[in-house]
């Protein structure tokens, strides 16, 4: 461990990136937290129940660990970090009132954003009415940045390149037509009209196309008109439970194309734990694994497991990398005052846990790029870029009948 943290240390000085080799200096240059000094708030409203519990949860574990770390270390500021945190319960209402109540009543000092698109933008009105910088944490969908919000700041990959590197390898597997589901939401939406795009560039045709209602769970008809379609490749703009749903009735259906793609849901433990064997061969496009070729993420994965007992995932990314950026923020600036820190924001280079941080006059990421794992044998594997990969693809999906 200590000859990896080295090693770290050594590639963030050489990229020239002042503050992302600060944060793994030794602990001996942090000011230490004074005892009685007043703690630094940092609001944030977190999905534990409601449609987005179950990576909520997990983003709230990563943001957790992020402040423990944080307080290890020293301090921020020469003060400790504390997390103020209420359920929104998946809600964008909900989550817009909560941020209203850590800003005026709770008088925190910092903001994380909820996990979704569409409670982002919900919370980013909010922080943008009280000119209050919010680091986003699982939220891509471009229209967050598209109105003229100048405190929100992104860390994930936009939602309209996020499958991309999907559709990209398609194309050099010789495949040419997709067919196209997705929730109707702010992020699946947009990832639709990044697959639609992608797949114009790259020559291959949608043969289906279709938005299903937020919530709906029986896709057997929606299921039976893919099928007869007969697509090489099925994307999913999906969370978890939806995603758990389409592939129940993709096996019913006997619907096997040579690849089956969704955003979110395979990225989870859970979506394993409902489908067992049935999960083989589903590719997930992911923002982050606990992969050994992704700078810091074996590291990290090992040190929740032992604060958490439970393995890493994605979400869990989120909120530390997240958390991650905002510190960095904030020691840039110098101070807790917001007009600095947003400065900050806009303009510096970072890389996170979660990978690059670089933001557009919007506040819009561009260095992030996403990956893709697949579960191979009951285990999720990060199988693309080539570069990176854990494990070759298993390509293509093996049909239903020969399982």
Known sequence: MINMMKKLQGSLLKSGTLL??????????????????????????????????????????????WAHDLNARGALLGRPVDIVYYDDKSDADTSAALYERLISEDKVDLLLGPYSSG????????????????????????DIWSWGNKNIFQVDTPADTYVNLVI?????????????????????????????????????????????AQGNRDFSSIVERVRAKKPDVLIGGT??????AIMKQVKKSGLSPKAIVFTVGPALPEFGDALGPDADGVLGVVAWMASAHMPMALDFAFRFHEHYGETASVYAAYGYGAGQVLEAGVRLAGSLAKDDIRMQLDHMKFRSILGGYEV????????????????????????????????????????????
């Open 168 to 212: 990209t390898s398609a194309k050099k597997a010789g495949l040419s037509t997709i067919a196209l589901l997705y929730e109707g939401s702010d992020f699946p939406r947009q990832v639709a009209e990044g697959v639609r795009a992608q797949a114009a560039r790259q020559g291959l045709e949608i043969v289906f196309d279709e938005e299903y």
């Open 20 to 65: 992302a080799a600060t944060l793994v200096l030794s602990v001996a240059l942090w000011p230490q937290a004074s005892a009685g000094v007043e703690p630094i708030k940092v609001g944030v409203t977190v999905s534990l129940s409601g449609q987005y519990a179950a990576p909520g949860s997990e983003e709230l574990q990563g943001i957790q660990m």
């Open 239 to 244: 969370y978890l439970d939806d995603s758990i």
């Open 360 to 403: 557009d006059d919007t506040g819009k990421q561009l260095a992030k790029d996403t990956y893709v794992m697949q579960w191979q044998h009951g285990e999720r594997r990060l199988v693309l870029p080539r570069q990176l990969r854990d494990s070759p693809i298993e390509y293509p999906f093996k049909p239903w009948s020969e399982r």
């Open 119 to 142: 409670l982002t933008l919900a919370a980013s009105r909010v922080a943008d009415k009280n000119n209050f910088p919010m680091v986003a944490t699982g939220a891509s969908s471009p």
